[in-house]
């Protein structure tokens, strides 16, 4: 396949914007190459500016669940374009949108919208921090929040330590309030709260990672937290900005039935246009403004367009209560599929999956943390990335990242992918 607009069209953008890219991980840094250019979508497919055609496995990063331009979605989208695009105040959709979700997810009363889920996680950590009247807040080392500053933390020097800032532009006293922790290690937390005695307001996860690749939380570790924040006066938050009405209907807290303090949403929730969420019991949502003392707001939050693109596609996915079950089963058919090829071009690897997030990492060791997922090859990730392209299959351009299983997805479309995977991992 050839990319030669998409080429040109980059090298138009680099002029600019910066990268030419409104978003890092498209830039292709990792693998190398020019980013392709996409011309539309529809169903499981992208169309490029070359005119090819690319099963995607990205999906936008996560929102396009149902596949692309679903039709409810974009109908409820340009009937509201027309009754006027933003106003500032109240609307009856955003109440209908709130009701849905507060019933599709277990254990919160009340939801606040905002336009992202970076906005959602920093939001509800401000909120867990009034609420709690502490400021420190544990996260795990390659869980992503989003780029608010309290985010961009690697661990500092010893394990105990405070955070440093792992980008310039987010100060020393920001860094020192975020804890990096080891994901799945319950006892690294436990020490952690130990030396901060009710200095801990927050401990903020992602309850199945995605951003390492896909890493399910070992048995017992998300009950673990749930009990280390209960004994210590801590908040858990659940940052299910990609699992969120995707694993499950009420996401990782209906899965797993662990009960979160405060969770955040964004991607599927807002049907592909700008949103995110953030939601709790009443007693924690009441902190905030106008009602208490937690100020958050925004001049397009709750939008009427974004709104009406994530009630149509809650309502699609609270009316169709077997679609999970079916991106479930096409994922492992997937992985099924890549493991028998794999394993006949003898290439070292291990896939991790849950409900329709999958990775393909190209280490034997089980990937189970930040460390075990950087331990992959990413020279054969690199090939195996441009031979998937090659073969007209467009997977995230990074060996950190999930691919995201869609309802649009047909089992032909899961064989071809397989056969190209054969072919591509021969040349590996
Ligand atoms: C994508 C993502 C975010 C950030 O959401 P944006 O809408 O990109 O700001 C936060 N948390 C998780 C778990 C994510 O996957």
Redesign the pocket.
Known sequence: MLYKRSSQLFAEAEKVIPGGVNSPVRAFKAVGGTPIFVKSAKGAYLYDEDGNRLIDYINS??PMILGHAYEPVVQAVIEKAKLGTSFGMPTELETQIAALAVSMVPNIDKIRFVN????A?MSAVRLARGFTKRDKIIKFAG?????SDSFLIQAGSGAITFGSPNSPGVTAGTAKDTLLAKYNDLENVATLIEANKNEIAAIIV?PVA??MGCIPPSKGFLEGLRQLCTDNGILLIF?E??TGFRLARGGVQELFNITADIV?F??VIGGGLPV?AFAAREEIMNYLAPLGPVYQAGTLSGNPLAMAAGLAMLQALDTDRAIFQRLEEKTAYLAAGIDKVLKANSVTFTINSIGSMISVHFDAAPVVDFQTAANGDNETFKKFFHGLLQEGIYIAPSAYETWFITDALTYEDLDFTIRAIDKVSKTF
Do not use: Q
Not at 143 to 147: K, P, S, T, V, W
């Open positions: 990063w996560g992202s889920g970076t906005e996680c869980c992503y929040h989003g780029h992602e995605g951003n940052d900005v990609m955040c964004g991607k995110g």
